[in-house]
């Protein structure tokens, strides 16, 4: 069975601009969340989306978005792109709620110079 | 909302040598989670806890959960360089919104 999927692993953007990660979660999965992570602050949770609804939001600037597509496929997206958005964002999914193991991807690793 | 104070941040231990890290929380906690990321990976689903006074094992991993819920800790006895790597704890809520404690990095010297 394939585990999270994230896309792109790696990438590099210029203050201002914006960017959108991609995750596939496992299959099955409808639930998938969204984290943060940097060494100052660690891990924060950002939103989750179940059956394409957000049913819960991080404290992040209205900046950071997401959506979730009836395949339960995940994006989120930043914009107006700052230094500090410099950080591993790792996608995390789940079967349905509270109780099921979530699994976590191999993240994307997002660099703002 | 809920936080957890994790101790220590960092602990050199020497190969074999055991190792215990801390979560506390200042609330009951309804569940804990413990989590590994080893460098350069993704945080790994490790154990839940539940009921008060819970003892797991796995393998060299004992992992509790304080009478009160309101602290627990994660015993790895005789560490081996596998087990390098972040140890995180993290406060379950509804939907999945985790709460991850700052994490103990580990460092085995062979």
């Known amino acids: 069975k394939a585990g999270v999927t994230q896309t792109p692993r790696y990438l590099i953007k210029t203050r201002g601009q914006q960017v959108t990660l991609s995750c596939s979660p496992i299959?099955?999965?409808?639930?998938v969340s969204w984290y943060q992570q940097t060494p100052g602050q660690g891990l924060q949770f950002l939103f989750e989306y179940f059956s394409e609804t957000q049913r819960n939001k991080g404290n992040f600037p209205g900046r950071f978005s997401g959506r979730q597509f009836s395949n339960s496929r995940s994006e989120m997206n930043v914009s107006t792109l700052e230094l500090g958005d410099s950080a591993l964002y790792l996608c995390?999914?789940?079967?349905?709620?509270?109780?099921?193991?979530?699994?976590f991807g191999e993240g994307s690793w997002l660099t703002v110079v | 909302g809920q936080q957890v104070m994790q101790i220590p941040q960092y602990q050199h231990v020497q190969e074999g040598e055991d190792f215990t890290t801390y979560c506390n929380s200042s609330?009951?906690?309804?569940?804990i989670q413990w989590y590994k990321q080893r460098p350069g990976g993704h945080p790994v689903f490790l154990i839940q806890?539940?009921?008060?006074?819970e003892v797991k094992k796995q393998k060299r991993l004992t992992f509790q959960f304080g009478e009160a819920k309101k602290n627990s800790s994660l015993h790895i006895t005789a560490t081996q360089t596998t087990d390098v790597g972040t140890y995180f704890c993290a406060l379950g809520a509804g939907s999945y919104q985790l709460t991850f404690g700052k994490g103990t990095k580990l460092s085995v010297i062979p």
């Open positions: 299959s099955g999965h409808r639930s």
């Open positions: 609330t009951t906690l309804s569940n």
């Open positions: 806890l539940v009921k008060s006074g």
């Open positions: 995390a999914s789940s079967l349905r709620d509270s109780g099921n193991t979530i699994y």
